[in-house]
């Protein structure tokens, strides 16, 4: 049974880092392009990034103009886990975040196979 469980989020600070998880179980995350989204109150789903494998020890990522620059990922082979990296956090980042499985950027990733339940981020001072 495929599942993505998101963990990790919680209310900072303006300028604080969180590190989000997301770990898959009934497919392999570290070989499947993986993409987190995020959705504020009242807003749409909006596409944070995106990484998938590109060589035999070689990543690619793809961020939103947003993220460059302070969101990253990682991730955990051991443990089928992908990592996002959040730093120098701000209240417009407030949302919850989503990671997905399987999705092409031919459709921005929205086209995922999976998705998980998301974790809630909240910036504030």
């Known amino acids: 049974q495929v599942r993505l469980v998101e963990s990790g989020g919680g209310l900072v600070q303006p300028g604080e880092s969180l590190k989000l998880s997301c770990a898959a179980s009934?497919?392999?995350?570290?070989?499947?392009?993986m993409s987190w989204f995020r959705q504020a109150t009242g807003k749409q789903r909006e596409f944070v990034g995106a990484t998938w494998k590109s060589g035999e020890n070689a990543y690619s990522n793809t961020y939103a103009n947003f993220a460059k620059g302070r969101f990253s990922f990682s991730r955990d082979k051991t443990r089928n886990t992908i990592y996002l990296q959040m730093n120098d956090l701000r209240p417009e980042d407030t949302a919850v975040y989503y990671c997905?499985?399987?999705?092409?950027?031919?459709?921005?990733?929205?086209?995922?196979?999976?998705w998980g339940q998301g974790t809630q981020v909240t910036v504030s001072s």
């Open positions: 009934g497919f392999t995350a570290i070989t499947t392009t």
């Open positions: 997905a499985g399987g999705g092409s950027a031919s459709q921005r990733y929205f086209d995922a196979s999976y």
